[in-house]
């Protein structure tokens, strides 16, 4: 099997299974539990933490255990809202978000919320000063991703926090930067958003396991989950000490060469983009992030390419595994003709992918154009 779909999930290496098991197996005690074997996983749980924590550059005490990215999206944008409920109830945010960040808007809307929904540029852009621009004295939070999912593209959190602090320094601003986390390098605590969200199996850990960052101008953030008290008391509910052993352990083997490995994916990718533009009819789509290649076969439907390919053992994606066969929000906010955007595919590379890989995809995709009835 060829698998170039890492934007979706990944595989968990061996060792992180094994972190996993041995937690499952054997330290299998409640972090809340007062004798050793729950003594020394409290121990372990925030070793975990500090792990993670030192990869997104943020302190432990900033950093909270979620159930996966979709939960630290929806925290963040209540939390934010609670914080700012007499400032007012704008929400500025992007068209092209992933689904846990526009539902959660869109379900804001229906409570009385007024969403902006900010339009890419045909390659998938979108600029600070657009986001600046539109952001209102009554506007509680911006919620503008880091890497897009579907197309790659980096956007300028950096800067929008900047612009912020000098057109409303009360505005909240979060990121979601589950496909950014050890690929597009950044800091906590000089990105100046005050909050990010992070999800452990887009870097070799399990599913089920994420991480909410959470910053200083954060003031008494409204618990998610009240309960037993786990997470300061803000997400209770017993910690999931094999994910999160899981999570760390991943974090751990990505970090180790992280600037190699991130040179090299972007060559691999480099490279892809090369050996698909000779295929005629292919254009390549937005672009940024090391791991994310998007283009367009034009003309020929996405999901029967996915299919043909499938069936070949090459695993890519029409877009975002989310969506699950129904068209992306993200290609249609592209504006692209319908040939082109109905042709839109995504490869997305991990540290074991090869060319010999890139190359296998590249024949089966041309062989594809060569052999089957165009119909956009
Ligand atoms: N945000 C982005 C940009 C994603 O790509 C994904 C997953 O595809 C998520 C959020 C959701 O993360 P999770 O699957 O951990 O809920």
């Not at 972090?31 to 500090?50: D, F, I, N, T």
């Not at 060469?257 to 005629?280: C, F, G, K, N, T």
């Not at 998007?294 to 390919?309: C, E, K, R, Y």
Request: with cysteine.
């Amino acid at each position: 099997m060829i698998y170039l779909d890492h934007a979706a999930t990944t595989p968990v290496p061996r060792a992180v299974a094994d972190a996993m098991y041995a937690v499952l197996a054997e330290q299998f005690g409640n972090p809340s539990a007062q004798y050793p074997l729950g003594l020394e996983m409290k121990h372990q749980v925030s070793a975990w933490r500090r792990t993670v924590a030192q990869a997104a550059g943020c302190g432990e005490k900033e950093l909270f255990f979620t159930s996966c990215g979709t939960e630290g999206d929806n925290w963040a944008i209540q939390a934010a809202l609670w914080q700012n409920r007499r400032l007012g109830r704008h929400i500025v945010t992007t068209a092209v978000e992933h689904s846990a960040v526009l539902e959660c808007c869109r379900w804001m809307e229906r409570q009385g919320c007024e969403v902006t929904y900010l339009q890419p540029d045909g390659r998938g852009n979108i600029t600070a000063a657009q986001v600046l621009d539109v952001v209102r004295p009554d506007t509680a939070v911006v919620s503008v991703m880091m890497v897009n999912n579907e197309l790659g593209n980096i956007y300028p959190i950096a800067d929008i926090a900047r612009g912020l602090a000098q057109r409303n320094p009360r505005t909240l601003l979060h990121t979601d930067a589950v496909q950014g986390f050890l690929k597009v390098p950044f800091a906590f605590r000089t990105l100046g958003a005050d909050f990010v969200t992070l999800s452990a199996h887009k870097i070799g850990g399990p599913k089920g396991i994420g991480a909410l960052c959470i910053g200083p101008r954060v003031r008494s953030p409204r618990p998610l989950l009240p309960g037993g008290g786990q997470e300061q008391g803000l997400r209770s509910g017993t910690e999931a000490t094999a994910q999160i052993a899981g999570f760390a352990r991943a974090v751990e083997l990505r970090t180790a060469d992280l600037p190699a490995v991130l040179e090299r994916m972007a060559a691999l990718r480099a490279y892809a983009a090369e050996q698909l533009s000779a295929i005629p009819d292919v254009q390549i789509l937005g672009g940024g992030a090391p791991h994310i290649l998007a283009l367009s076969l034009a003309g020929w439907p996405s999901q029967n390419i996915v299919n043909d390919l499938g069936g070949q053992g090459i695993c890519i994606s029409a877009g975002s595994a989310c969506h699950q066969g129904r068209p992306s929000h993200v290609v249609a906010a592209l504006k692209l003709p319908k040939r082109v955007s109905g042709g839109t595919i995504r490869l997305s590379f991990g540290p074991e992918t090869t060319r010999a890989d890139i190359d296998a995809c590249a024949e089966a995709l041309r062989r594809h154009h060569d052999t089957r009835m165009p119909m956009l």
